[in-house]
């Protein structure tokens, strides 16, 4: 099972901006498609945007579509999650994992379990 570091979170108004991280020592990453979760307060996990293993082909949920970019950098073993235009329905805590890029059509899976993730809050 691939282990993940997620980083980048922090405290931001309605409207700021912040990068997400999502590291891991695994060689096998670049045959890996990542996807980016989220957590709310009393809330399941949702997926949330994935690129697949080469970067080629990547994958929003509507709520975020304008407003977060998903990129990877493979020499870095790194997957990057843009976000824009931060509103406060975006607080939770993301989650990274390998996935299905673009999402199947029952839903976005992970095929590891959820590591520790990174607090993103947003204020009004």
């Known amino acids: 099972e691939v282990e993940f570091v997620e980083s980048g979170g922090g405290l931001v108004q309605t409207g700021g901006s912040l990068r997400l991280s999502c590291s891991t020592s695994?060689?096998?990453?670049?045959?890996?498609?990542i996807g980016w979760f989220r957590q709310a307060p009393g809330k399941e996990h949702k997926g949330v945007s994935c690129v697949s293993k080469n970067g080629g082909v990547t994958d929003y949920a509507d709520s975020v579509k304008g407003r977060f970019t998903i990129s990877r950098d493979n020499a870095k073993n790194t997957v990057y999650l843009q976000m824009a235009n931060l509103k406060p329905d975006d607080t939770a805590v993301y989650f990274c994992?390998?996935?299905?890029?673009?999402?199947?059509?029952?839903?976005?899976?992970?095929?590891?379990?959820w590591g520790r993730g990174t607090q993103v809050t947003v204020s009004s």
């Open positions: 994992q390998s996935t299905l890029c673009p999402p199947s059509g029952d839903g976005w899976y992970r095929f590891g379990s």
């Open positions: 695994e060689e096998t990453f670049g045959a890996l498609a």
